[in-house]
């Protein structure tokens, strides 16, 4: 395993290893036994960084979510985990009721939820203080002086290390980050967003946002990252869900933009140069990049894991890299 560090004040930094895994579905779709397998084989390959939310999987069996954070409590109980594995977690898109979603009744980011959802978390989690807590969505029903100062109230009391933002626009991420440092509190450090080798299209309706799907890294994010080295950027679902490989789980529509048939060549050039595979060039790419991506990918099985795990030692040579960058 590879570690890189998040964060920059040396109280809170933390030292994380460069490829993330995902908790998403362990304790609705994929069962216990299967989830604490994997959950093993990442902490025995020297993995250090695990993500989960207050909402997941909410939408597996109509409820509000938490069984995710609630199986991991299980697991660092069990197994005796405890400072040296990093636990992220989400707050700000649990679902008010059963049968609702974050996109028509989310919780949001008052200073009042982001302190009980946060303690909802920490006793799910069995954890005194939160590793790294990230706002999930936005929310624009709140002044956001009172979301920054309500999480930083958290940091300042203990009960939250570091701070994110996950699927906002890079202004607003500008704006909170503003005003926080302004305030002289603590700001997000860790962005979680889509991004994997193949490009998402920003112009289709979401649910989430009139202009769009804020979730994928578009030219602003990017741009921003670039002038901030500071800040870190966590990748979810790189793999596109298996969907590189997997007749299956083809590509869904969101990827349909005239660059992808040339990138996915040069993808399959690439693994065949290196022996790898299609997905671990994909992971290799992101983590080597000029702005690294810490990838954040999913597994439903201990041999899933394993391929990601090999893409974490796989170096691309600078040709190799300037023929992926330079598809379109
Ligand atoms: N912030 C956000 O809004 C947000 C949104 C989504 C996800 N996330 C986070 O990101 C994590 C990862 O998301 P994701 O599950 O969408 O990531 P992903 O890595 O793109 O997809 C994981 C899925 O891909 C398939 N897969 C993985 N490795 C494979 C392999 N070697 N060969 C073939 N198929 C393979 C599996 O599908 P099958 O299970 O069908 O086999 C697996 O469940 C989540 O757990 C969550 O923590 C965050």
Do not use: C
Request: charge should be negative; hydrophobic fraction near 40%; proline fraction near 5%.
């Amino acid at each position: 395993m590879r570690y890189r560090t998040i964060g920059t004040d040396p109280q809170t930094r933390r030292e994380v290893s460069v490829l993330s895994l995902g908790a998403m579905l362990f304790g609705t779709a994929t069962d216990e036994a299967t989830s604490y397998a994997i959950l093993d084989r990442y902490v025995e390959a020297g993995g250090t960084f695990i993500d989960t939310s207050d909402n997941y999987a909410f939408w597996v069996n109509g409820g509000q979510g938490g069984e995710s954070e609630e199986l991991l409590g299980r697991w660092r109980r069990n197994r005796g985990i405890g400072d040296e594995i990093l636990v992220a977690t989400k707050l700000g898109a649990r679902p008010l009721a059963p049968g609702t979603s974050f996109t028509d009744n989310p919780e949001g980011l008052s200073a009042k939820v982001i302190r009980e959802s946060a303690e909802r978390s920490r006793e799910r989690l069995g954890m005194a203080k939160l590793d790294l807590l990230y706002a999930h969505i936005e929310d624009r029903t709140v002044p956001l002086r009172e979301t920054v100062e309500g999480f930083a109230e958290l940091v300042a009391e203990g009960a939250v290390g570091l701070l994110g933002a996950s699927n906002h626009r890079a202004w607003r991420v500008e704006r909170a980050r503003s005003l926080a440092a302004a305030a002289g509190l603590p700001g997000y450090e860790v962005l979680q967003y889509h991004h994997s080798y193949l490009q998402r299209r920003t112009d289709l309706p979401s649910d989430l946002d009139p202009d769009g799907n804020p979730g994928a890294v578009g030219g602003d994010l990017a741009s921003y990252l670039r002038a901030e080295p500071e800040l870190t950027l966590v990748a979810y679902s790189p793999l596109v869900k298996g969907s590189y490989t997997r007749p299956d789980k083809p590509l869904g529509a969101e990827y349909n933009l005239p660059s992808a048939p040339g990138r996915l060549a040069a993808l399959r050039e690439v693994a065949a140069q290196t022996g790898a595979t299609v997905n671990q060039v994909v992971l290799a790419w992101l983590i080597g990049g000029e702005v690294p991506a810490i990838p954040l990918v999913g597994a439903s099985s201990v041999a899933q894991l394993d391929e990601s795990l090999a893409a974490v030692d796989l170096e691309l040579t600078a040709e190799q890299r300037s023929r992926l960058d330079g598809a379109y």
